[in-house]
C-alpha cells in the first residue's frame, strides 16, 4: 500500500520541478515562458497546501489531538510561503529578475525547511497514527491534487 509520506513527497518534487522551470525561464528573460512556469508553480503549491489543510491536518489533528502542534507548526508556514509566493509572482509580472531572484532564493530555502520537516517529521507521523483511515486518506488526497490540476 503506498504511503502518505510517498504520495506527497512526491507532489513535492512536482513542485520543486516547476519553480526551477520559472527559474530557468527567468534567467533567460522569457517572461511569458516565466509567467506561465511560475502560474503553474504557484497553482501545484496551493493545491497542495489546500490537501493538506483540508484532509491531512484535520484527520491527524482528530486521532492525535493535537491541534498546536505540527499541523500548527504548517499551516504558519504556508502563510509564510503564500508570502513569498506573491513577491515573486509580483517580481515576474514586473519583469525584474534581480527582484525574482531574491525572492526565489528565499522561497526555495524555505519551501526545502518545510519539506525536510513534513517528509521527516510529519508524514511519517501521518502514516503511523492514521494506518485505520490511510488508504482512503490517501485516495482523498491523490484526487483532490489530481482534481485540481485538471
Known amino acids: 500500500m503506498p504511503t502518505i509520506q510517498a504520495l506527497l513527497t512526491r507532489d513535492h518534487r512536482l513542485c520543486d520541478g516547476s519553480l526551477i522551470e520559472a527559474e530557468h525561464a527567468v ?7 516565466a509567467s506561465a512556469a511560475f502560474a503553474q508553480f504557484q497553482q501545484l503549491v496551493l493545491q497542495h497546501f489546500e490537501a493538506e489543510e483540508s484532509l ?40 525584474d529578475a534581480d527582484a525574482f531572484a531574491g ?7 524555505m519551501l526545502q525547511q518545510h519539506n ?9 507521523l501521518c502514516d503511523q497514527q492514521l494506518v485505520a483511515q490511510r488508504g482512503a ?11 485540481q490540476r485538471d
Open 27 to 33: 534567467l533567460q528573460q522569457e517572461w511569458g515562458r
Open 56 to 95: 491531512l491536518f484535520p484527520a491527524f489533528e482528530a486521532m492525535t489531538a493535537l491541534r498546536a502542534g505540527p499541523t500548527q507548526v504548517m499551516r504558519n508556514e504556508h502563510l509564510q510561503l503564500r508570502d513569498l509566493m506573491a513577491a515573486a509572482r509580483h517580481a515576474v509580472d514586473q519583469r
Open 103 to 109: 525572492e526565489a532564493e528565499t522561497l526555495l530555502i
Open 116 to 124: 525536510v520537516k513534513e517528509e521527516n517529521v510529519l508524514y511519517p
Open 137 to 147: 486518506l490517501i485516495t482523498q488526497l491523490a484526487e483532490k491534487i489530481a482534481h
